[in-house]
Each structure stands twice: as C-alpha cells, then as structure tokens.
T-cell receptor
Framework: GAGVSQTPSNKVTEKGKYVELRCDPI?????LYWYRQSLGQGPEFLIY????????DSGLPNDRFFAVRPEGSVSTLKIQRTERGDSAVYLC???????????????FGPGTRLTVL | AQSVTQLDSHVSVSEGTPVLLRCNYS??????LFWYVQHPNKGLQLLLK??????LVKGINGFEAEFKKSETSFHLTKPSAHMSDAAEYFC????????????FGDGTTLTVKP
C-alpha cells in the first residue's frame, strides 16, 4: 500500500521567502507528525496532530513556523521569512494509533530537503 | 521529561561479526522505545519497538534489543553483520506522559567492512 508521501522532495529558496511543505499520510492514520533533521543530527520534533487539531506544537522553533491539517488528512508545514538556519530535511510521519498509546509506531515519509540560500 | 543518548556516533565492524549499538534513555513515565534505520536517501524504517511487554525484542533483519530498566538502556544487537546493514541508526523514546512527542538520539553511523 501507499506510504507517507511528501512534496516537494527538494526545495531551494532565497532568504526571506515563504515556503510550504506538504505531507500526505497513510490513509486512515489519525496522528501526523512533523520533524526537522539537520545534518548529522537526529530528527527533532516540531508538531503533532491528532485529527485536525494540533495536539502538541511545542517543538515549533518560533512563530515563523506554522502547520495545518484542515481535513484531518493532508498537512502543510508553512515557513515564513525563511532564514539560512531553516535549511534541513523536514520529515513527516503518520500513525494509526492514538499518540498516547503504547503502540505509537510512526511511519515516515522520505522527507523534503529545504535549502535556504 | 524524556531524552536519549546514543553512546557511539560511529561504529565500524567487519562483515560477519557482531554488531552492538548502544542507547541510554531517560523517561519520567513508562517509556516506549524504538530503533529506526535510515539508509542513504531513504526514509526512516522501524527496526523494532519495546512497549512494556517482553524485555527482549526481536526486529527485522536479524536485529534485536533488550530493555534493561535498571540500567536505563536499550542496546541494539545483531549476531552477524551484513554489508547491507551499513546505515544510520536512531534510538527513540516516546514517553507516555508526552503523548505524541518522540525524542530521537543523534544517531549512530554503522560501517560494515568486507
């Protein structure tokens, strides 16, 4: 079956521009997660959705970052006034179970590599 | 609070020899623990998970890990390395008190020499 998909696979933008990154989770998965992975580091939690609502956005680094999931399926991560430090791979994952279940297995997409020049 | 420490940033083994990737965790609640593998230009793949059942967990591709509460460890092992095991490995903790939030270690790069 189809896994988690992310578009675009690569995005190059200039400092100060606005970008949107899209995530299509596995059909039927109610939980959706965004992570950011910088070079040489493990993925860093950004935000988690249960259905349409953001259940935990404590990982968003500042108010330039925002994410939505209006219909409880596809999610968009939005970054305003991009900075060179935002360059990273942005990963999306989805999960069938409720996030506070002990069976929180997340399925990851291939990521979007964002480069801010 | 939850955290993960992967004790080795790089591990190099010869093909056919055992693999040991070390992970220590910190958790305020009963944790779920995971190992993921990331091959170059590929997505993260779950190797195995511990969710308070058996302490010795078997995963895919011959990997296994043992949950040791007294040592707060969840080390990943494999009896015999294969060239295809060369990849980046991440230990992950998901604290049931932080629903939805998984914390990744910084990763261990496994190199397998012929």
């Amino acid at each position: 079956g189809a896994g988690v998909s992310q578009t675009p696979s690569n995005k190059v933008t200039e400092k100060g521009k606005y970008v949107e990154l899209r995530c299509d989770p596995i059909s039927g998965h109610t939980a959706l997660y965004w992570y950011r992975q910088s070079l040489g580091q493990g993925p860093e939690f950004l935000i988690y959705f249960q259905g349409t609502g953001a259940a935990d956005d404590s990982g968003l680094p500042n108010d330039r970052f925002f994410a939505v999931r209006p219909e409880g399926s596809v999610s968009t991560l939005k970054i305003q006034r991009t900075e060179r430090g935002d360059s990273a791979v942005y990963l999306c994952a989805s999960s069938k179970a409720r996030a506070d279940s002990s069976y929180n297995e997340q399925f990851f997409g291939p990521g979007t590599r964002l480069t801010v020049l | 609070a939850q955290s993960v420490t992967q004790l080795d940033s790089h591990v190099s083994v010869s093909e056919g020899t055992p693999v040991l990737l070390r992970c220590n965790y910190s958790s305020s609640y009963s944790p779920s623990l995971f190992w993921y593998v990331q091959h170059p230009n590929k997505g993260l793949q779950l190797l195995l998970k511990y969710t308070s059942a058996a302490t010795l967990v078997k995963g895919i591709n011959g990997f296994e890990a043992e949950f040791k509460k007294s040592e707060t460890s969840f080390h990943l092992t494999k009896p015999s390395a294969h060239m295809s095991d060369a990849a980046e490995y991440f230990c992950v903790v998901s604290d049931q008190g932080n629903a939805g939030k998984s914390t990744f270690g910084d990763g261990t790069t496994l190199t397998v020499k012929p």
